[in-house]
């Protein structure tokens, strides 16, 4: 897997905050739209601090499916 | 009764009551007079409960004199952040603006395990709007103002349980309620100077209460003392069918004499960085006073993102949860500026992030179990800074920008901690130092806080409020 670089980083931000923009671009002004870019820096920078952890197949989320019945 | 009630913790109150030395509704007078005038001095208050409060102090009054005494929590006054459900066209205005005119046809599960222990519920407290979900950045948001510091009119009471907090320092009832999902009690309580008590996830029901995290919210109590938080913890601890989470096994409060008991404390390594000087020094001089109390190790912890972990599931949450809330534009309504916003952003959040997060947060509760296993706690500051200005704005390890490795591990682990008092420094404001345990031992961090506060004065000591 190719290391993740700054620049890379940039690129993602700049993908996620068009993506949010063309979402909600419209109800918000300049000055808002930087605080959200400055919230997907943040963002991003968590998110690839997660990806550098390596974990085992076996390592499941810790929030388990429980199958359901109404009458147990 | 010759002894002022307002700064007498629930224990010396409950002694006086079952005496029948002080009643019930001279008691709940007491303190509505002090919420009505003093509250909105320190914006702490959003709604009086004045007639469900005479109702029921009349009501424990009768009891008690009939022989009929439940508890310790008998005709004591609380107050409730506002975030649980109450009946009886109570507003719940989960701090927002837009949602002021909101009430519940049933009382959360709390309020009516408050109510069943013969409590009297005196005030819907304020807090930060929507629990501080939105992303706020400093004290002014809520609708009813930034919360004010009792130590200090220029310094802010924290968050999000800003009322619970100033409330009980400032003496306006003997404890409250707040609501934790990453901070929200440890915060009011260590800048407001008392004691709070944030259980293990799962062991008070949150039926009824604001979802902000479905897997992060916990209920607990702030009080003078950290006794009095087992007090209250005991009442309103259990199984609820109504909320799936919680926990069915079964827990009531150790308040045994803790002298002569010896504990052996933790100290994550570097557990400082980040804090303020006078933060950190308060913590120096602590851990002389807990080398009284028993062993103190250090210990390592793995390199993790813990922060990250923790902060992406609260944000995936929080955006889950309110969905319908900021997609309708309706967080434009809301008091801080940079809660119009801020949600947006966590659509840049993907899915495989999340699961990783979720997957690692399976790895965090396996190591801070293990390490844990070794301790009756860990300790640390219970905040990183004294109260910040009431026009400042903060950092905050949930937006990234401040380390918060006891918090994120805390919460992310669902470990229950306690925050007391340990020092006044900058601007006449306290500091606090937190005892963090294994899952489900709130009796080892509560001992662990009685005895610190056996040997010290800290918690003794209130602010300058009205006429006291």
């Known amino acids: 897997m190719p290391a993740e670089s700054g620049q890379d980083a940039n690129a993602e931000v700049e993908r996620l905050f068009a993506l949010v923009r063309e979402r909600y671009g419209d109800r918000l002004t300049p000055a808002e739209l930087d605080g959200v870019r400055e919230s997907v820096e943040g963002i991003v920078q968590a998110a690839r601090a997660l990806r550098a952890e390596r974990l085992e197949m076996s390592d499941e989320p810790l929030q388990p499916f429980v199958p359901y019945r109404a009458d147990r | ?468």
């Open chain 2, 1 to 468: 009764m010759s002894e002022n009630p307002a700064f007498l913790p629930v224990r010396r109150l409950a002694l006086l009551v079952r005496s029948r030395t002080v009643s019930p509704v001279t008691l709940a007078e007491t303190f509505l007079e002090r919420l009505e005038t003093l509250g909105p001095k320190y914006n702490a208050v959003v709604t009086v409960t004045r007639e469900r409060a005479m109702e029921q102090a009349r009501r424990a009054e009768r009891e008690i004199a009939a022989g009929r005494y439940r508890g310790p929590l008998h005709g004591i006054p609380y107050g409730a952040k506002d975030l649980l459900a109450t009946s009886g066209g109570i507003p719940t205005t989960w701090g927002a603006a837009p949602l002021r005119e909101q009430r519940f046809d049933f009382d959360a599960t709390v309020i009516r395990k408050l109510e069943e222990a013969g409590a009297v519920l005196c005030a819907k407290l304020a807090m930060v709007e929507l629990a501080g979900g939105m992303g706020y950045r400093q004290p002014n948001a809520s609708f009813t103002g930034p919360g004010i510091n009792p130590w200090n009119p220029d310094a802010w009471s924290g968050g999000s349980s800003s009322g619970s907090g100033s409330a009980v320092a400032a003496g306006l009832v003997p404890f409250a309620i707040g609501s934790e999902t990453w901070g929200s009690i440890l915060s009011p309580a260590g800048f407001c100077g008392v004691a709070g008590l944030r259980p293990s996830y799962g062991r008070v029901s949150r039926r009824g209460a604001m979802a902000l995290c479905w897997t992060l919210d916990k209920l607990g109590p702030l009080c003078l003392t950290a006794d009095d938080c087992g007090l209250v913890l005991e009442a309103i601890a259990g199984a609820d069918p109504a909320d799936p989470t919680t926990s069915d096994r079964p827990w009531s409060y150790d308040g045994a004499d803790v002298a002569g008991r010896r504990f052996r404390f933790g100290v994550i390594k570097n557990v400082t960085t980040g804090c303020e000087e006078a933060v950190s020094a308060s913590f120096e001089r602590s851990l002389e006073t807990l080398r009284v109390l028993g062993g103190i190790e250090e210990v390592e912890l793995p390199e993790l993102p813990w922060e990250a972990i923790t902060r992406t599931i609260l944000h995936v949450e929080a955006a889950s949860a309110f969905e319908d809330f900021i997609e309708s534009g309706k967080i434009a309504g809301l008091t801080a500026p940079e809660d119009h916003y801020s949600p947006y952003a966590r659509d840049a959040i993907l899915a495989k992030d999340y699961v990783k997060a979720l997957r690692l947060r399976g790895v965090m509760v396996r190591e801070a179990d293990r390490v844990l296993s070794r301790f009756d706690a860990l300790v640390g500051p219970g905040r990183a800074t004294v109260a910040p200005g009431l026009d400042q704005e903060f950092r905050s390890a949930i937006r990234g920008g401040a380390p918060d490795l006891m918090g994120a591990i805390g919460n992310g682990a669902g470990l229950p901690a306690v925050c007391v008092p340990n020092g006044f420094v900058t601007r006449g404001l306290p500091t606090s130092l937190q005892f963090m345990g294994r899952v489900y031992e709130e009796n080892a961090v509560l001992a662990a806080a009685r005895a610190w506060q056996s040997l010290t004065d800290w918690h003794l000591r209130h602010p300058a409020v009205g006429n006291d």
